[in-house]
Each structure stands twice: as C-alpha cells, then as structure tokens.
C-alpha cells in the first residue's frame, strides 16, 4: 500500500487541522492505520491509530484534542487536531500495518504542521 499525507501548514496555538492519509489499493479497509509524529531533534512519537473494525488509540498527549477517523470507500484515513499547542509542531506521518503485523511497514511521507504561539 502506498500512502500520501496532506493537509499540513502554519496554525495558531489553540487552532485546528485536519490531515488526510490517502492510500492506495483495494484492501484498504483491511489495514490497522495510524498517524505519528517527529519534531526536530525528537524521536518518533505515536500519535493515534484506528484499527481495521474502528477501534481508536491514543497516547495521552493528544487525547480529548485529536480525532482519528477513516473513510474505506475514500481509501482515506484523518487527523482531526484541534486546540493546538507548540509542541504539536512536528512532520506528521501516516502509516498502515495488515493486523497480523506487529510494527507498522508502510509509511508516507510526512506533512508539516507548524503551531505558533
């Protein structure tokens, strides 16, 4: 599967984005997807995941403030962020695993969110 996140940009703290993932392939709904993060100079960090049947995860530094969704019949999966803080801003990557999988395997490249105080 082939992934291409979108929807990034400049947004003041307190403000909201939504991400799109769209991916390609006629099995998409049969993959566990998720979205993560990496700021300058920070480690990749988990930020939500949906599963194949609709359960959601997330860390507790995103939780109550980002909404991760999916859409099968759009081969596209969402972020929905909102009341933003600075340290959101990070390149946001989408990524997809079959639930068998125990790591992530596909990647797309990452979009930027910049959240300005």
């Known amino acids: 599967v082939q992934l291409q996140a979108s929807g990034g940009g400049l947004v003041q703290a307190g403000g909201s984005l939504r991400l799109s993932c769209a991916a390609s392939g006629r099995t998409f709904s049969s993959y566990d997807m998720a979205w993560f993060r990496q700021a300058p100079g920070k480690e990749r960090e988990f930020v939500a995941a949906?599963?194949?049947?609709?359960?959601?995860y997330y860390p507790d530094s995103v939780k109550g403030r980002f909404l991760i969704s999916r859409d099968n019949a759009k081969n596209t999966v969402y972020l929905q962020m909102n009341s933003l803080k600075p340290e959101d801003t990070a390149a946001y990557y989408c990524?997809?695993?079959?639930?068998?999988?125990?790591?992530?395997?596909?990647w797309g490249r990452g979009t930027l969110v910049t959240v300005s105080s």
């Open positions: 990524a997809a695993k079959t639930p068998t999988e125990a790591g992530y395997g596909y």
């Open positions: 949906i599963s194949w049947n609709g359960g959601t």
